[in-house]
């Protein structure tokens, strides 16, 4: 009685020091509440109540509305293989409990049975061989936890790349919409842990619900309907209860991401650009950067954890030490009670038998209770992650519909919005072959910049155009409608379909692959044999930008290197202009493509696209190229153009 009274005695303290640790969370979170709003007024970022809600993650009806959303495409029909493998996983946890009430009973008839019986059980084939089956069981079942987080997966990740890399999406995520930031790290990290976390999931509640229901039947049977029926009321009282606690849980997972991603971005910007930062000896500033973005993060881990620790101490003694104390009290009172008819019937070996295995059954119930209440912390940590998720997929469906939004962080871009009246994607794009017009379009940036208020000019197949003006004035911008990378501000562009306007930037872009690879971009080997291109009409592209020496250096066309760092600077942009060759477009914009090309090489380049019929929209200020051309567009770059032909006059005044 003594030593009972200690342990009701340690549990009570141990319960007061978790009153006293769920008041002080409370306090913490009214704190962090007040900081945050006083946060929010001193900063403009994502301060709407639209972004509030869009935060928001939470286990309520949103949740399980977005979380039933993902699961049709992880699942996408009744009859397939992930639905085989629900079915494995959860013909293998009713297996599983099975062997677990099997070994109760024969446990409780072994320790009721003489020494003597107990030597004959164990040494009988039933105790050999229940371990086999078992075995078989647990591995069958890791083996279906495992493929089904590798299908889910697989499912989403396409799905996701699909809408990713649809038309121009990629390029519209990353620089005209804003909302999110870092998509590789949800397209990659929390795909994973999305996936992972589902399954995980379901293992965890499945097993203690079919748990429950089990032990639930056998214990009616052997003490009655109200021991259980306490038992989960329990449940009830006491998950509801966690779950309020755990509310956090799901926005501080959202930033955790988030952070990651940004931490993951500046470590990459720093790889892409390591030659520029390393020629401003920029390597102090970058550290800076880098220890700033990690300090933020290791801050936001430190109290997530602290977090983490405070409800597991809270989980534990309310999902577990105090389930098993209510279970054994619940257990106890039929035994208790001497005017039950059951000891009327049994003799003391099997009430002693009846309360061993009812007693275990309780605390396999109760264990089971402890882990559904449990499973509402992983719960709420998936919300966080069916939120990134489900926003992300959101933005990608915007996008391919040609909406976009960028969220506005200064006053200053409010103000420019509210004065903004042109609308995006207003404007009609015309698809018509061998001419390129601009019918009273404004020239405007996705935020809302206006450059040209009012562009026209028109341009046939055969008709060069020298596009100039200072930096900032528009050029850059007039290509990026052309390739209906930006929206349409208003007005009509007539122009041919994409695949037949080509862009040659000046730092071209080397694909991963072979060298065939590098002239034929986008095509594949199988897109080039359909279009009747021999690898030796391939050489003479090489050899007229006197790269042929490339091909015989390396030996074959199936040749793989990282050809961003084999070729020089000159060697990129030769390489782009015989991609040029091979695609053959009616129309090609070359951004100071050659401008690390020699100018005998360029003259030569020039010369054959106009033998070979592709038009040029050309932007460079060598004084060498005037010659090559018959119009020039200049931009001021305070909202004023000219286009006008290009003679000998204005060769001279250009030289």
Not at 27 to 32: G, L, V
Not at 414 to 428: F, I, M, N, R
Not at 583 to 612: G, N, W
């Amino acid at each position: 009685m003594a030593a009972f009274s200690k342990y009701i005695t340690a549990k009570n303290s141990s319960i007061a020091g978790g009153v006293l640790l769920v008041l002080y969370l409370l306090k913490h979170r009214r704190q962090a509440a007040k900081h945050n709003s006083r946060k929010g007024v001193s900063e403009l970022v994502l301060n709407t109540e639209k972004d509030v809600r869009k935060d928001r993650a939470a286990v309520d009806k949103i949740f399980f509305l977005r979380i039933m959303r993902i699961l049709r495409i992880m699942v996408p029909r009744v009859f397939c293989m992930e639905t085989a493998y629900l079915a494995l996983i959860a013909a293998m946890l009713v297996a599983r409990t099975y062997c677990d009430i099997w070994m109760i009973q024969n446990g409780t008839m072994i320790e009721r049975s003489g020494s003597a019986k107990m030597i004959r059980f164990l040494k009988s084939w039933r105790y050999m061989y229940i371990h086999i089956p078992i075995a078989l069981v647990n591995n069958f079942l890791k083996l279906g936890l495992n493929e089904l987080k590798l299908r889910f997966r697989e499912r989403l990740t396409k799905k996701l790349y699909d809408r990713y890399l649809q038309g121009f999406t990629y390029y519209k995520m990353g620089n005209l919409d804003n909302r999110i930031a870092n998509a590789d790290q949800l397209l990659t990290q929390d795909v994973e842990k999305f996936c992972n976390s589902v399954v995980d999931l379901y293992s965890n509640l499945s097993k203690p619900l079919l748990d429950i229901a089990l032990y639930i039947f056998k214990l009616t049977s052997a003490i009655g309907a109200q021991g259980p029926a306490i038992m989960m009321a329990y449940l009830l009282i006491s998950g509801l209860f966690l779950t309020r606690l755990r509310r956090p849980i799901g926005k501080m997972t959202v930033t955790e991401q988030r952070y990651e991603g940004e931490y993951r971005y500046v470590n990459s910007r720093l790889i892409t650009n390591s030659e520029e930062i390393a020629f401003y000896n920029g390597n102090m500033r970058e550290k800076q950067t880098i220890h700033t973005t990690f300090k933020k993060l290791v801050d936001h881990l430190h109290n997530f954890i602290f977090f983490r620790f405070s409800m597991g101490f809270i989980d534990s003694i309310i999902a577990k030490y105090l389930a098993t104390v209510v279970g054994y009290l619940v257990v106890s009172r039929p035994f208790l009670n001497l005017s039950h008819p059951r000891h009327l019937h049994s003799t003391h070996s099997e009430l002693l038998e009846d309360y061993y295995q009812s007693g275990r059954m309780l605390l396999r119930m109760s264990q089971a209770l402890g882990r559904i209440v449990l499973a509402g912390r992983e719960m709420t940590r998936l919300s966080g992650f069916t939120a990134r998720i489900t926003e992300l997929m959101k933005v990608l469906e915007e996008l391919n519909a040609g909406k976009y939004e960028r969220t506005m962080v200064s006053q200053q871009e409010k103000d420019t919005a509210e004065k903004l009246v042109l609308v995006p994607g207003s404007g009609q794009v015309i698809n018509k072959d061998n001419v390129i017009k601009f019918d009273h379009t404004p020239l405007a940036t996705p935020n809302g910049d206006i450059l040209i208020r009012d562009l026209t000019f028109e341009v046939k197949s055969g008709t060069n155009v020298l596009v100039c003006g200072p930096n900032g004035c528009g050029k850059s911008s007039l290509f990026r409608v052309l390739g209906e990378l930006w929206p349409l501000f208003g007005g009509h562009l007539t122009k041919p379909e994409r695949g037949k306007l080509f862009y040659v930037p000046q730092r071209p872009y080397m694909t991963l692959g072979t060298l065939r690879d590098q002239v034929i971009y986008p095509d594949t080997c199988e897109e080039q044999r359909r279009k009747g291109i021999s690898d030796q009409v391939l050489k003479e592209y090489l050899d007229n930008v006197q790269l042929g020496h490339i091909l015989a250096r390396e030996g074959s066309w199936d040749s793989v290197q990282d050809w961003m760092d084999v070729l020089s600077g000159g060697e990129k942009q030769r390489m782009a202009m015989a991609r040029l060759f091979y695609h053959k477009p009616q129309f090609a914009i070359l951004d100071e493509c050659t401008s690390a090309v020699s100018v005998d090489v360029e003259d030569y380049i020039y010369s054959h696209c106009r033998m070979v019929g592709i038009t040029l929209f050309t932007v460079s200020h060598r004084k060498s190229l005037w010659k090559h051309h018959e119009y020039y567009l200049h931009m001021d770059g305070r909202g004023n153009y000219e286009f006008k032909p290009i003679t000998e006059e204005t060769v001279e005044f250009g030289s």
